[in-house]
């Protein structure tokens, strides 16, 4: 099924938000292998986001699907959806396969600009903003599929979302100005905070591509968190995870929020959903069927007919 794709892209853009270029060089396994050792946190390691500019108050809105629709030709992936995320909060975005969960994702980090509808981020139109001025804003976003930059080591690759946040352009780099000095060993420490975080940090210099499969998903969650974002999205973070590595990493993504961020999350496992959300949005054949508390969505008789794939009657 086609997901992230950019049918428009000419040119390869070696961003946070777009890394794809060592794609081919990259053959991820998509599964664990039983025999890899799991790589224990440090929850203790502060990597709360840094000069995050404006913000809007715990609880406030962060961000707002306002009716959004994306047709690809006759296929109408997001169908009038609306939602909201507020600060602070962990909200599930699930759905059958083929729902519209990535593709919101794409409409989010400006991948797909929508057919009709908008994105708000702190109250202001996302518009016709491309995916590197977005990730600027203060949204972040990991991939279904691993996008590593596989023949970078594994410190390269959280840099690359280091140098997405800070400020300094090629010129302040050519000449090596203190400013960009600066920034370069602060980016240094900062990687490494977040390798340390994610237990990461004794590969900091083997290649992504060498990783075992768990380390690969978690350093995909560095690179994003190198942007300090305000928003983070992780699409299928435990994708491949067997159930006590999926139960770490829904760990690690409430000592993420609890640093300091807002988390979107598509999982398919509905229990694991269940345990780590506060809210829930549900979407079925690209429209939103359900919102609600864990436990007002598992007793919904539209979501459990879409999960069983019964008539909604049937399932009430
Ligand atoms: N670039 C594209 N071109 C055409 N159709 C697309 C494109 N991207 C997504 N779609 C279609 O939009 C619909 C939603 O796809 P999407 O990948 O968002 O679903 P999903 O909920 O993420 O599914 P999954 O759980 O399988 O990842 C599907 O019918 C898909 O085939
Ligand atoms: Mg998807």
């Known amino acids: ?46 990597i709360t986001p840094e000069d995050i500019g404006p913000t809007v108050a715990e609880g406030e809105r ?87 930059f596989a023949n970078m080591t594994v410190l390269e690759n959280v840099l690359v979302g280091v140098d997405a946040h800070h400020s300094t352009g090629i010129g302040s780099a050519m000449f090596r100005l203190p400013k960009h000095r600066r920034e370069e060993e602060q980016g240094h420490a900062r990687a490494m905070e977040l390798l340390e975080f994610m237990g990461l940090a004794g590969k900091a210099d083997e290649l992504a591509r060498n990783l075992p499969y768990g380390d690969q998903r978690r350093l995909e969650i560095a690179r994003a968190l190198a942007t300090s974002p305000q928003l983070l ?14 139960r770490k990493l829904m760990e690690l993504i409430q000592t993420i929020r609890d640093q300091g961020y807002t988390v979107l999350l598509i999982e398919h496992d509905m229990k694991l959903v269940m345990g780590v959300t506060d809210r829930i949005v549900v979407l ?33």
Do not use: W
Request: aromatic fraction near 6%; charged fraction near 25%.
């Open 1 to 46: 099924m086609p997901e992230d794709t950019q049918p428009d892209s000419t040119q390869p853009d070696r961003t946070a938000a777009n890394p794809t270029v060592d794609e081919s060089a990259h053959a991820p396994t998509g599964v664990m292998d039983p025999a890899d050792e799991v790589t224990e946190i440090n929850p203790d390691v502060d």
């Open 62 to 148: 962060l961000l707002e699907v306002d009716d959004v629709t994306l047709r690809f030709g006759g296929v109408v992936a997001l169908n009038e959806v609306s939602f909201h995320i507020n600060k602070g909060e962990i909200l599930g975005l699930i759905g059958p396969n083929g729902a519209g969960k990535t593709t919101c994702f794409n409409v989010m980090t400006g991948v797909y600009q929508p057919t009709s509808g908008g994105v708000r981020f702190l109250g202001n139109p996302l518009g016709k903003r491309k995916k590197f001025a977005i990730t600027k804003l203060g949204i972040a976003r990991t991939f279904q599929n691993i996008r590593l």
């Open 233 to 246: 999205c992780l699409d299928e973070p435990a994708a491949g995870f067997n159930p006590a590595e999926k």
């Open 284 to 316: 079925e054949f690209g429209r939103k069927i359900a919102e609600g508390t864990p436990a007002e969505i598992r007793d919904n008789p539209a979501v459990i007919a879409a999960y069983l794939g019964v008539d909604e009657e049937d399932a009430s």
